[in-house]
């Protein structure tokens, strides 16, 4: 028998076994076979084919979620990948979700939480070795740093220059003939075209940037972060203007909003947003105009985040290094959380990551769960929700006085 038919069978033993909750076979087989092999028909790994086995039987009995559950935890043991996907578009945690099975489900969460934070510190450890042998650019925020272009108030005065061209991005009607489904960098989306209608924000290739079913959230988010009238509040992210709307109802004293795109402030100018009593808009991007606000010592008693062809690592830094230079003892932070909102699993997983982060940033979370509306993706390429529930999350120190002094001896 050659070494290919071997491999096939070896693997076909395992789906099997694994399928059977047969651990004593599987811890065998993996002395042979990886954790993550995967039938050829279906796409199961060993992973799904133990998880998906319980939904063979109605009413499974505990006995057989306990078995399960031994043999997911046997298969994380060997180095199982998490979220695999079989031909079904599915992910173990998806199938376990479906069928119910909360144990199992628990233990999908916890291991791609254990991976994403692993993942991260070797991210972190791969950046910091990049820097010692070169300076890095990356444009994040680093206090100290000259916002370069920006004038007193931050607004960069290359992006103002942009204007004429701004209003033939706006007017866009038709996307680009290129369908782009993610932006390799911020600076790309933002040398592109936006449409606005009534009720979306898309990009070039009809992605929706922003979408109207969001404002009973963003309506939440704006009432949780400005319980009184005549705070200081900060958006960053203006989009169709949805949150800062709701701010304003809530009476502000200051109302920054940091917004980048030239087409964005295009329509923030045709909609009167400068001339807003109280409100200053920073034009560029915040990595840019945070740190000299930092060092001008504006202080503020709200911050929300939602910006658009950014990851978690923007957002991580956003709230390790910017934050924590910017709101006030007493204030609070939110963002839009739609980490992972393509499937639940990821949204969980997520959920605990940022709640890690951010309790290590020195803040408390507060999650509350909205009801996701029934969402019309007519016109939009790529549906981005996928979720039945929004957990709106809103931060506040744990701690004060210890955490400035270390971020200040940090810096």
């Known amino acids: 028998m050659d070494s290919e038919t071997e491999g096939q069978l070896l693997a076909q033993s395992l789906l099997a076994a694994a399928a059977k909750h047969d651990n004593i076979a599987v811890r065998n087989l993996l002395r042979s076979v990886s954790a993550n092999v995967q039938d050829a028909e279906t796409g199961f790994a060993p992973l799904h084919a133990a998880i998906a086995a319980c939904g063979t039987q109605e009413n499974s009995p ?7 559950s031994e043999t997911v935890k046997l298969l994380f043991q060997n180095g199982a990948i998490w979220n695999d996907l ?6 173990p945690g998806c199938i376990a979700h ?4 909360k144990t199992a489900y628990q233990q999908i969460v916890d291991a791609g939480v254990r991976a994403e934070l692993l993942l991260s510190k070797l991210d972190e450890l791969a950046m910091s070795d990049r820097a010692g042998d070169e300076e890095e650019d990356d444009n994040r925020c680093e206090i100290g740093d000259d916002a370069k272009g920006a004038d007193k108030n931050g607004a960069a005065e290359e992006v103002r220059d942009e204007d004429a061209h701004a209003a033939a991005l706006v007017d866009s009607t038709e996307p680009a003939e290129d369908y782009i489904d993610h932006w390799d960098s911020n600076a790309d989306y933002l040398r592109s075209s936006l449409r606005f209608t009534d009720t979306q924000l898309l990009d070039s290739s009809s992605n929706a940037v922003m ?4 404002t009973g959230i963003m309506e939440r988010h704006a009432q949780l972060l400005l319980p009184t009238q005549g705070l200081r ?3 960053i992210g203006h989009g169709m203007g949805i949150v800062d709307t709701a701010m304003q109802s809530h009476m502000p004293k200051e109302h920054h909003i940091v917004e980048a795109h030239p087409a964005v402030l295009a329509q923030m100018r045709k909609n009167g ?3 807003k009593p109280g409100v200053v808009v920073h034009e560029g991007r915040w990595q840019d105009i945070l740190p000299k606000l930092i060092l001008d010592g504006l202080v503020l008693d709200a911050i929300y985040y939602d910006t658009f062809a950014e990851d978690y ?3 991580k830094y956003l709230f390790e290094e910017c934050v924590i230079g910017l709101m006030e003892q007493s204030g609070r932070f939110g963002f839009y959380n739609g980490l992972g909102a393509d499937r639940r699993v990821c949204y969980d997983v997520y959920e605990n990551v940022v709640e890690l982060d951010l309790r290590e940033a020195g803040l408390k979370t507060e999650w509350e769960e909205i009801q996701v509306p029934q969402i019309e993706w007519k016109g939009v390429r790529r549906p981005y929700w996928n979720v039945d529930v929004y957990r709106l999350p809103t931060w506040q120190w ?3 006085s210890g955490q400035i002094l270390t971020w200040f001896v940090n810096r």
């Open 398 to 400: 744990k701690y004060w």
């Open 313 to 315: 690592k923007d957002l």
């Open 273 to 275: 947003w400068m001339d």
């Open 98 to 101: 479906r069928l119910g099975l």
């Open 233 to 235: 509040a900060m958006n």
């Open 62 to 68: 505990p006995s057989q979620e306990e078995a399960t």
């Open 86 to 91: 079989d031909k079904n578009n599915e992910t």
């Open 211 to 214: 979408m109207d079913w969001e």
